[in-house]
């Protein structure tokens, strides 16, 4: 059986690592659209309609736009932009989010990736929300550590021109507190107050990382730093993309320092659980093109198809 697959934003950043990720594939026949062609709305419509899976890595006002164009039933869409990822009627593409969730996408025909700050949020909360260890009212903060291919083609330009002192240096942003992956952060973790977040975008190219504080005092009775990595490392037993480091390990550190390009050229998450009796730090690291992005594409589609979920990755 062979997939016919076309990617709309062919030549962006998450378009092109989608293609290096199908490359080899002999289950699936990339449809390519012609580069000066590749805004032009009637053969997208017509490359889009022709796909068994189509990816949207495009802005979102032309992912919506693109959505709007599908008119043949059987066409699956696997939007990686923010557009679609709490709109009824769309799967969240996270495979490790809930039992129920393979399934889901198994039977999607509009299914939306996650962000990335918001995947390695998610994956570090949701298990403890769901055990009841984090109170699901508790108002959470988190800071994002991330390389600048996030921003795409014009974020990368910007940084590789050289020349700007002030690119050199850490630079938080997004300090109007309302970073487009909240509404999927508070929505796909169960949490019900919206979390202060901080992203940091940093002079290397990818790599991410998650920190979420939290007191044990505000968390469940008794609750231990001990309690909350078994919580996760029981969660994510079977799940070959989601390691959960042990209770403080030393051993990933180096020399103290938590590596946040550890992930890269992967579709893994780590997730460490580092704390001691009053205080922990949850940190989930990945690659923002991997399971940040093309990464999670490629895996959301493979269990849409029902082929080996790794399946390339
Ligand atoms: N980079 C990352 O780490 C992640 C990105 N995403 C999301 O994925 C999506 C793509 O991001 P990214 O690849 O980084 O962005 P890029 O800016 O690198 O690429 C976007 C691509 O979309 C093309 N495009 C823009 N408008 C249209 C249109 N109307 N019709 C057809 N093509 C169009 C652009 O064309 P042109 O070549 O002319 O510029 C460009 O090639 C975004 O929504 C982004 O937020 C999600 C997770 C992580
Ligand atoms: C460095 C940088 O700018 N990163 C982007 C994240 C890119 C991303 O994941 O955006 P999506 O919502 O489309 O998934 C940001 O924080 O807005």
């Known amino acids: ?19 290096e990720v199908l490359a080899g594939r002999s289950d699936i026949e990339v449809l390519r659209i012609d580069s000066d062609k590749r805004k032009d709305s009637a053969e997208r419509a017509r490359l889009l309609n022709a796909a068994d899976v189509a990816f949207l890595c495009l802005p979102d006002a032309a992912s919506r736009e693109a959505a709007a164009m599908i008119d043949n039933p059987n066409t699956c869409l696997i939007d990686a932009s923010t557009a679609h990822r709490t709109v009824p009627g769309w799967t969240f593409g996270m495979p490790e989010l809930c039992a129920g969730q393979r399934e889901a996408i198994r039977a999607a025909k509009r299914i939306a990736n996650p962000g990335c700050h918001a995947s390695a949020f998610i994956l570090a909360l949701r298990p403890l929300v769901d055990a009841g260890l984090v109170p699901a009212g508790l108002p959470v903060s988190a800071t994002s550590l991330t390389g600048y291919s996030g921003g795409g083609k014009s974020m990368i330009a910007e940084f590789e021109a ?12 997004s300090l109007g507190l309302a970073h487009k992956h909240l509404p999927e952060m508070k929505a796909h973790t169960g949490l019900t107050t919206t979390p202060v977040f901080m992203p940091i975008v940093g002079n290397f190219y990818k790599g991410l990382a998650v920190s979420v504080p939290l007191h044990l005092s505000q968390l469940k009775a008794g609750t231990t730093a001990a309690m909350l990595q078994q919580c996760l490392a029981e969660r994510y037993a079977d799940e070959a993309f989601v390691h959960v480091l042990p209770l403080g390990d030393a051993a990933n550190l180096d020399g103290g320092f938590f590596d946040v390009q550890a992930c890269n050229d992967t579709n893994r998450v780590d997730i460490g659980v580092f704390g001691n009796d009053e205080q922990v730090v949850l940190i989930a690291r990945l690659d923002n093109l991997g399971k940040g992005a093309s990464g999670a594409a490629v895996q959301a589609m493979n269990v849409h198809l029902g082929v080996a979920e790794g399946l390339g990755l």
């Open 162 to 173: 050289g020349g700007n002192a002030r690119l050199q240096s850490p630079r938080p942003y």
């Open 1 to 19: 059986m062979t997939y016919k697959v076309f990617v709309d934003g062919q030549e962006g950043t998450t378009g092109l690592r989608i293609h």
